[in-house]
């Protein structure tokens, strides 16, 4: 029973999640693996190596072996005649990444002979052909294939190695998705489960580095009714300056944020709510944020566990990947954490004109058939306020932050 919320996502019959691993541990042994395999420490990658550093690492003795090995391992062996052109990245929507090498945005056709001939090829133009012509079609698309975004946001690689931090630094990949709404009868294009951040850190940092680079707009919505507008004397007070508050679940332990002297334990109510004896939950651990290391941390790879703020504001949080940095990665340990990429982000519009960015957001108002309704600033007072100033009816207004202000 004690187990009961970790397998809730039944990860013993999920192959992308691992086993329950330490890996500060686990990547600090293998570190001492890749030295001791290593020719030298300086020598960056596979191409600097010469052919008896090679001969040695996968033990061939005989020389002329290895040099039939090298001729039929050679890349140009890989290609056919009349094969599709190399591709750094190659999405269906026509974007494209800048690879070294590879001309940006280039994509083969498809040619003629192909599409009369081949379903498959035929089915494949036809919808290219409906995606470029049609704009809702193609962000639909971009919609859907937004784990694309890690390759558009390829950074070029680094110019110089740092010996110090290659092969050494422990390597976290994190992933902050969205928060989703649960329903049952739901019919819509979009995915129920979109990420938003993808960050990466470093085994020193903390999870509260991990929480100060999570970009939700929530934090940024204008708190009270008053001064719901910045001005030149007085910004408006923020969510995030108000309620700092926040905690993340990994492994059965709550990582509270206690920073500031008024931050709560959001996790209490839900240790005693689990501590009931009928529900078989818990008990549960309580650790602090901005003292516990991600080397210290005990999780699984690939399983969701949870990053809450602003009271009941949930996001999905993802440790997709764990590994040494590698001579593609940033070579300065500076430049940790940061946002490696963000997932697709579509505005909402506002519900008159439809045409521009919503900036307002109304509840309870009767002249609207839906609530709430988002206005951007032309349409809210035009539609909202007489010329005076004051209200056609009695509503609630609020600034809205929309997800691309972030």
Known sequence: LKKKMEYLHEPESRPWISELVKPGQILEQYKEDVISTKPSQYYTNEKEHRSSHLLNMIGIEDKEVFRELEETMDEKNLTTPGEVLPMQVGSSTGDGIYGTGVPKFFQTKIPEEASDNLKTAFLQKKWLDMVNKDLKNKRRQKQLEDNSNF?????????????????????????????????????????????????????????????????????????????????????????????????????????????????????????????????????????????????????????????????????????YDIRLVSTDDPQSVVKYPFTRSVGTKFSRFCMVCESDIATWVTENNERVPEDPYFFCTICFKRFNLKENGEKECNFDAYRYMDVNCV
């Open 151 to 319: 390759f558009w946001c390829q950074p070029e690689p680094p110019k110089t190695i740092n010996y110090k931090v290659n092969d050494s630094e422990h390597l976290y990949c994190v992933r902050i998705y969205r928060p989703l709404m649960h329903s049952l009868e739901r019919n819509t294009p979009f995915k129920d489960i979109s990420y938003s951040q993808e960050i990466w850190l470093l085994g020193n940092h903390t999870l509260a580095h991990l929480r100060d680079q999570i970009n939700c707009p929530v934090d940024n919505n204008i708190v009270g009714k008053q001064h719901q507008v910045d001005n030149l004397r007085k910004t408006a007070v923020r969510a995030s300056d108000v309620y700092k508050s926040g905690f993340f679940f990994i492994n059965d332990c709550f990582y509270n944020d206690t920073r500031d002297e008024k931050n709560i334990d959001y996790s209490q109510v839900i240790r005693d709510w689990a501590s009931t004896t009928d529900r078989g939950l818990g008990p549960f651990k309580t650790a602090v944020m901005e003292t516990t290391k991600m080397d210290e941390l005990e999780l699984r790879v690939g399983y969701p566990y949870l990053y809450t703020h602003q009271g009941n504001h949930e996001h999905m949080v993802v440790f």
